[in-house]
């Protein structure tokens, strides 16, 4: 017997165990496309001058319509300081990722607020939330949870499928998901980046699991999976295999459990899982982040710790090969052009440098040619032979834009059961009940990139798919 | 081409807005994009990088698929002209050549430029870009009629496919119709005596005397006629045998009996395959390898088997052509050859399904006009079938209607009408997968 109770506590996590081997799915995404970008950033952290300015920008939360800033210039703010909020939803408070002065707030055409940019104090100083330890994680509500986190500036990194807005902090969603890689082109690596964040991994995810009764992490299959993930508690592990976009949280919820109409899926990246892990073990809206800064034309890609929103122009001064390229907030999929003092949007972890494209080629569309890249093996396009090559990609729109023809490479890259190219068309012409039957549902921007990245008509699909999104949720 | 491009960007600001050609500023453009590729770069948002693939390179990569069998049929009119002179030449010789080039060669320029001027209008007036799609239509036009086409008659098919057959819907990725198969069956219905019977071989004068055993038949027309003939003989020798046995005697039954034995030989499938072999000159002219290798009289570039399976082979390698729909053609007509030899009411029914799929136009069909990615299925599921029912069109048409010696045209005009059709119920059944996923 009382062998027996010594023995009980390893029964248990073997127990654990086998029932988390039951419950945890593994998927092979046979459809996608890596593109193999020169410039990935090498495991090691440069230190360097934190950036002067930081900045938020409304146009980075999709279902924002009535932003209105809550400091004006020159007013000082602490790291957690609401600085704006959306006329339509109250609750959420989108509050300063660092301490310092607002030094301007940006409108454009017709006044809409473009950014709020705060000139950061050297030493931060923080708003102070209230301090929990792991174990009396368990002992909070919902209510008090949500609360906190509405007004510290973290919610909003829930983002609430359909439409990819932010959650909606009165819905209970039927379950949440993380992606625990990111597969897009030299995409940051979420192991390097939360390296020794495990506890704050976990309480976020503690945190998670008291709106929802299912949190989804989604693994590499094919990449050592760090301990971060690993000894997570509170969540299934699903593991997926293939190229991208199997990173993408579109595709892991379409092959987990998919979103139907009427269906509220929240998700959120692993950098906002620890943000908000932070925010209840120490009390405060810790914003800072571990970026990538990658591309071919960057001499030393590599990575930085810096805070969210930060401004790029140190991190690529001096940095570059030739002055004639593009800078991209994100990755070259879904990200967005930058000027050399733009800013990083809330979600991104990365930024791209590629060259620019702007130059005539003769006989460019039928020569031979192994520098280029395409999915298609159209005559010429050798880049099929070489997998394993990296590539110097351009800004080059390759050709003009087109009537759709359908060759099919569109289901090539996109591993869901869905019709891009039907749903694209039911867009086209405003068919609301036909855009739900398509699924429009399980997509967002980044889920069909991919398919503008393909396109031989060079239409751009991403900007359609949110014009659809657009019209069935506003009207 | 440093200068060519100074040239160019100099004439540049004449069409664009303000200028004073502004009207022709389509065409300008596709003059300079032909030349040199546009330097527009991806906007701010959406994706950075694009596919290096554009539609000119997706186009040009059929057009070259199709060069083997333009060379092919060059050489074959010549090859089938001196053939029926009667003075033997080899193949591949400079005289075949000369001979096919100066026959086929008006037939494309004539095609490019009545196609490519249309092109040019319609785009000026409706001041929308120049579609690339009639890069591949102005060579499909002239490998499916035959060399003796007159020219003018190549114009206005070419004229009517393009304004009726595509422009009227939109222009190119709009069109219901492929737009080559429409040329093709404009001209197959308005001039049928240029379209059909001895019209497949250049001779220099009409009353040219021909070499002996030289007919200049398709295989098609030799199968269909083969099997006409059997049937009306086998009606023939049963009429005379019902009649026969009003009058029952000795004689009588024996010969009733040997009259049923020759009529049941009519119809074992043998027949058809002999006519092969008994027609052109000497044997083996109509043989399985002449026939899959091209060296027989038909439209200039659809005879030769083995080279439309080497722009397959191009297609399909570089993904521009579907393989489902290419294989399913050949599946379908294979798989509906095998049926009717089953049921074998005519000789043409009997004959060998392998036969099929080597005469006609069907390899040719199969592998660039049925691939037409406008007017094919859009859906993957929806190509399977889509090539077998056009494969399966194909020999019905064949083997039922005396009136149409080739069914691929069409059976993929006809599908060309259903492949929407197809596509609604492979999309339904994605809907109701979603649907039932969300009711489970």
């Known amino acids: 017997m009382n062998k027996f109770l010594l023995n009980l506590p390893r029964l248990r996590t073997k127990i654990d165990s086998l029932i988390k081997l039951f419950m945890s799915k593994s998927i092979k995404i046979k459809k996608g496309f890596d593109i193999p970008l020169a410039g990935k950033a090498a495991m090691q952290t440069a230190e360097i001058a934190q950036p002067e300015t930081f900045a938020i920008k409304p146009t980075d939360f999709h279902g924002m319509l009535r932003p209105k800033p809550m400091v004006a210039q020159g007013d000082n703010v602490k790291a957690g300081t609401p600085i704006l909020f959306d006329g339509k939803n109250e609750s959420v408070m989108y509050t300063a990722p660092v301490s310092g002065e607002i030094v301007e707030v940006k409108r454009g055409a017709k006044r809409k607020l473009l950014e709020i940019v705060i000139l950061a104090d050297k030493t931060m100083e923080y708003e102070s939330f209230a301090t929990h330890t792991i174990s009396n994680l368990g002992d909070l509500s919902r209510e008090s949870c949500q609360e906190a986190m509405l007004k510290s500036g973290v919610w909003p990194n829930i983002v609430q499928r359909p439409y990819g807005i932010i959650a909606d902090h009165e819905a209970t969603p039927k379950a949440i998901f993380i992606s625990a890689f990111d597969s897009s082109p030299l995409a940051a690596d979420y192991a390097y980046i939360l390296k020794d964040e495990d506890k704050y991994f976990e309480a976020g995810v503690a945190i998670l699991n008291k709106f929802t009764n299912k949190v989804h992490l989604g693994v590499d299959k094919n990449a050592e999976v760090s301990s971060l993930f690993s000894n997570v508690k509170g969540v299934q592990q699903n593991e997926f295999s293939g190229a991208h976009p199997a990173g993408n949280v579109g595709v892991q919820i379409h092959h987990i459990d998919p979103i139907n109409k009427g269906d509220i899926v929240w998700t959120i990246s692993p950098v906002g899982v620890v943000q908000i892990g932070k925010l209840f073990l120490e009390g405060k809206y810790d914003a800072s982040r571990t970026i990538a800064l990658t591309g071919s034309e960057v001499k030393n890609p590599q990575y930085y710790k810096t805070y969210t929103g930060a401004c790029i122009g140190r991190f690529i001064a001096d940095n570059l090969k030739s002055d004639h390229v593009r800078v991209i907030g994100g990755n070259i999929l879904t990200g967005e052009q930058l000027n050399s003092k733009g800013h990083l949007g809330f979600f991104d972890n990365q930024i791209t440098v590629i060259p620019e494209g702007d130059y005539h080629e003769f006989l460019g569309w039928i020569t031979p040619t192994t520098k280029k890249l395409s999915v298609h093996r159209a005559f010429g396009l050798l880049s099929s032979f070489f997998p394993k090559k990296e590539y110097v990609l351009d800004t080059n729109f390759h050709g003009e834009e087109r009537a759709f023809v359908q060759t099919g490479t569109f289901e090539k890259v996109m591993p869901m059961d869905i019709l891009p190219m039907f749903l694209i068309k039911a867009i086209m012409v405003e068919d609301f009940e036909e855009m739900e039957a398509l699924g429009i549902y399980e997509v967002i921007e980044e889920d069909v990139a991919l398919c503008e990245f393909v396109d031989l008509s060079k239409h751009d699909i991403q900007a359609m798919l949110r014009q659809g999104l657009d019209l069935i949720q506003y009207s | ?440």
């Open chain 2, 1 to 440: 081409m440093k200068f060519l491009r100074n040239f160019l960007d100099k004439q540049k600001p004449n069409f664009e807005k303000g200028g004073k050609w502004e009207k022709y500023h389509s065409i300008f453009e596709a003059h300079e994009t032909l030349l040199f590729t546009p330097k527009t770069t991806t906007k701010s948002t959406g994706v950075q990088v694009r596919d290096a693939v554009d539609m000119k390179r997706f186009m040009m990569t059929v057009v070259i698929a199709m060069i083997p069998c333009l060379i092919f049929g060059i050489f074959n009119t010549g090859y089938q002209h001196y053939l029926a002179l009667g003075q033997g030449v080899e193949f591949l010789s400079l005289d075949a050549f000369l001979i096919g080039a100066w026959k086929v060669l008006p037939i494309v320029a004539v095609s490019y430029s009545v196609g490519l001027g249309i092109e040019f209008v319609f785009g000026t007036i409706n001041r929308h870009p120049i579609n690339e799609g009639f890069l591949v239509t102005g060579m499909l036009i002239p490998l499916v009629l035959p060399a003796t086409i007159p020219l003018w008659m190549v114009a206005l098919a070419v004229a009517f496919a393009v304004v009726l057959g595509k422009e009227v819907f939109g222009g190119t990725g709009m069109n219901i119709f492929n737009v080559a198969l429409t040329a093709r069956a404009f001209l197959y219905f308005a001039y049928p005596t240029y379209m059909s019977g001895d019209v497949w071989t250049y001779l220099p004068q009409e009353n040219t005397e021909i070499v002996a055993g030289y007919t200049g038949a398709t295989p098609l027309s030799i199968i269909a006629e083969a099997s006409n003939e059997a049937s009306a003989s086998k009606d023939l020798i049963l009429e005379a045998v019902q009649r026969a046995e009003r009058f029952p005697s000795t004689e009588n039954t024996a010969l009733v009996a040997q009259a049923k034995e020759i009529s049941e030989g009519l119809n074992n499938g043998t027949n058809v395959v002999d006519s092969f072999a008994s027609s052109g000159i000497g044997d083996g002219f109509y043989d399985i390898y002449n026939m899959f290798m091209g060296f027989i009289p038909g439209s200039i570039g659809e005879t030769s088997v083995l080279m439309c399976l080497l722009g397959a082979f191009l297609l399909i390698f570089t993904g521009v052509g579907s393989w489902k729909i290419i294989v399913s053609v050949f599946a379908g007509a294979f798989a509906t050859s095998m049926l009717m030899n089953l049921i074998g009411l005519n000789e043409y029914m009997l004959m060998p399904a392998h036969y099929h799929l080597i005469i006609g136009g069907l390899a040719f069909g199969a592998v660039f006009m049925a691939t037409d990615p406008v007017t094919a299925a859009q859906t993957e599921k929806g190509k399977w079938i889509y090539g077998l029912l056009i494969g399966f069109f194909t020999i019905m048409i064949r083997v039922f209607n005396g009136a149409y010696p080739e069914g691929i045209m069409l059976a993929i005009l006809l599908m060309n009408t259903f492949a929407p059709l197809i596509d609604y119920f492979v999309v339904q059944s994605n809907k109701k997968r979603r649907l039932k996923r969300a009711t489970v």
